[in-house]
């Protein structure tokens, strides 16, 4: 539990920090509670995203690295399980626009 905190909560500060950017980015004059709560979604959504896909990435690489290790022919099998997680980055990333309405 330690670990996925130590982890977890660098990443929950920069998903709030990505917010507060596009908070700022967004209308000065409509300083509005929804276009923040936006914003925080956005930021959410993007870091979240990064943070499933990170956990998924280290424990299917260490586990590819040991199948590799083990019978090099997997090798192009594991590439593709090592694809999988980042597009889940992508889709946190479009939808991280679209509530930012960049799209």
Avoid: C, H, W
Wanted: aromatic share 6%; no cysteine; charged share 10%.
């Amino acid at each position: 539990m330690k670990k996925i905190v130590r982890f977890a909560l660098p990443a929950l500060v920069i998903a709030l920090f990505a917010s507060i950017g596009l908070a700022a980015e967004g209308d000065v004059v409509a300083r509005e509670i929804g276009n923040g709560l936006v914003a925080v979604g956005a930021g959410l959504a993007l870091g979240l995203a990064a943070i499933g896909a990170g956990i998924g990435l280290g424990q299917i690489g260490s586990a590819a690295a040991g199948a590799v290790a083990e019978k090099p022919s997997l090798f192009g099998q594991l590439i593709v399980y090592l694809a999988l997680p980042e597009s889940i980055i992508i889709f946190g990333f479009l939808i991280a626009n679209t509530l930012a309405g960049k799209v």
